[in-house]
């Protein structure tokens, strides 16, 4: 059975390019498009779609306020469609909040149609996958996490982790368990450009540690986690002593830009068995054999769970391939990391 999917749209024009574009894919099928909540709100009930991609700002309702309703009353797969500005990036992450599943960007300067197309039909692939979709308890801060047992001994370690769907709950709860004395942390979490900055910015007020958005040559440094830059792929490299991040503008992989393989092929080259590799939930295989790689370098390697990852792909595909040392659950990971950069 195809996934049925419903768009919500004020943009006639959106709605037909999204239609037309998911069609091309023989195992989505668009069952209907709605220009407000107020209709989508009837489609839901009579179409019964798999997932929904869902405009911000809408007359008569906007989306925020659908989505948290229909979480609370109607809970399916919600896909938040954005605009590129800085308040989109602040907008998405309030919806993930409120539990939608993934974020994408509407076509842009930066972002063609083709590169959303990709996209989206895989995040649409990823969100008819997920297992639960409720709204998250954002209660948990770093003042209230027990990490106390969380210390590290050395420091010349690095960690490189990646995620995708469901990966920005995931990621917080990795992070917010990192003691100020942790080793530089770099990550790829697929997102837009400009979704990241407003990402960093949440998790550095919840965080010990300092989280930033990355910029061209930062270096790594003990106690910072730097998170990939939307639309720019993040590598690491070596000046003596002191590693530092450098962006690019190469091709997408696996659809992606950042993506999680070209970080962890950097991180396999410079940092070799003064590594620690991770990849958490998420949809397909971007990351598998560059963890790999990791591994036959001299790193310690973690793939999350089934039973706690919203999906399970990214994760999977690395366990198939060897790329694994360990399979952890989720709130496993944090503790393991640091036990691996102690060796």
């Given at each position: 059975?195809?996934?049925?999917?419903?768009?919500?749209?004020?943009?006639?024009?959106?709605?037909?390019?999204?239609?037309q574009e998911l069609q091309k894919d023989p195992?989505?099928?668009?069952?209907?498009?709605?220009?407000?909540?107020?209709?989508?709100?009837?489609?839901?009930?009579?179409?019964?779609?798999?997932?929904?991609?869902?405009?911000?700002?809408?007359?008569?309702?906007?989306?925020?306020?659908?989505?948290?309703?229909?979480?609370?009353?109607?809970?399916?797969?919600?896909?938040?469609?954005?605009?590129?500005?800085?308040?989109?990036?602040?907008?998405?992450?309030?919806?993930?909040?409120?539990?939608?599943?993934?974020?994408?960007?509407?076509?842009?300067?930066?972002?063609?149609?083709?590169?959303?197309?990709?996209?989206?039909?895989?995040?649409?692939?990823?969100?008819?996958?997920?297992?639960?979709?409720?709204?998250?308890?954002?209660?948990?801060?770093?003042?209230?996490?027990?990490?106390?047992?969380?210390?590290?001994?050395?420091?010349?370690?690095?960690?490189?982790?990646?995620?995708?769907?469901?990966?920005?709950?995931?990621?917080?709860?990795?992070?917010?368990?990192?003691?100020?004395?942790?080793?530089?942390?770099?990550?790829?979490?697929?997102?837009?450009?400009?979704?990241?900055?407003?990402?960093?910015?949440?998790?550095?007020?919840?965080?010990?540690i300092r989280v930033t958005e990355s910029v061209?040559?930062?270096?790594?440094?003990?106690?910072?986690?730097?998170?990939?830059?939307?639309?720019?792929?993040?590598?690491?490299?070596?000046?003596?002593?002191?590693?530092?991040?450098?962006?690019?503008?190469?091709?997408?992989?696996?659809?992606?830009?950042?993506?999680?393989?070209?970080?962890?092929?950097?991180?396999?080259?410079?940092?070799?068995?003064?590594?620690?590799?991770?990849?958490?939930?998420?949809?397909?295989?971007?990351?598998?054999?560059?963890?790999?790689?990791?591994?036959?370098?001299?790193?310690?390697?973690?793939?999350?769970?089934?039973?706690?990852?919203?999906?399970?792909?990214?994760?999977?595909?690395?366990?198939?391939?060897?790329?694994?040392?360990?399979?952890?659950?989720?709130?496993?990971?944090?503790?393991?990391?640091?036990?691996?950069?102690?060796?």
């Amino acid at each position: 059975m195809p996934i049925k999917v419903l768009i919500i749209d004020d943009s006639a024009m959106v709605r037909k390019v999204f239609s037309q574009e998911l069609q091309k894919d023989p195992d989505i099928e668009v069952v209907g498009t709605a220009p407000d909540p107020i209709i989508g709100r009837d489609k839901i009930v009579q179409l019964k779609p798999d997932v929904i991609t869902l405009d911000v700002e809408m007359p008569r309702m906007d989306g925020l306020t659908f989505l948290e309703k229909l979480m609370k009353h109607y809970p399916i797969p919600v896909i938040i469609v954005s605009s590129l500005a800085q308040k989109g990036g602040d907008v998405a992450m309030k919806a993930i909040e409120l539990g939608a599943v993934e974020v994408i960007a509407k076509p842009g300067t930066a972002y063609s149609v083709g590169d959303m197309s990709e996209q989206l039909i895989e995040k649409v692939k990823a969100a008819a996958s997920v297992k639960v979709f409720k709204p998250v308890n954002l209660s948990t801060t770093a003042s209230s996490v027990a990490s106390s047992a969380l210390m590290v001994k050395t420091t010349n370690k690095i960690i490189a982790i990646g995620a995708s769907t469901g990966g920005t709950e995931a990621l917080k709860e990795v992070l917010i368990r990192m003691p100020l004395n942790c080793p530089p942390i770099v990550v790829v979490q697929h997102m837009p450009q400009n979704f990241t900055k407003a990402f960093a910015d949440r998790l550095n007020g919840l965080c010990k540690i300092r989280v930033t958005e990355s910029v061209e040559g930062e270096r790594l440094e003990i106690g910072k986690a730097i998170i990939a830059q939307g639309n720019k792929h993040m590598e690491i490299r070596r000046s003596g002593a002191n590693y530092y991040v450098t962006l690019n503008d190469d091709p997408m992989m696996f659809h992606q830009r950042p993506a999680v393989e070209i970080l962890f092929n950097s991180v396999a080259k410079y940092a070799g068995k003064n590594a620690v590799g991770v990849i958490l939930t998420g949809m397909g295989k971007d990351g598998a054999v560059g963890l790999l790689n990791m591994r036959n370098a001299g790193a310690h390697t973690i793939a999350q769970d089934e039973r706690t990852s919203v999906v399970y792909g990214m994760p999977k595909e690395a366990v198939l391939v060897g790329a694994a040392e360990v399979v952890k659950p989720l709130l496993s990971i944090p503790q393991t990391m640091l036990d691996f950069c102690n060796d």
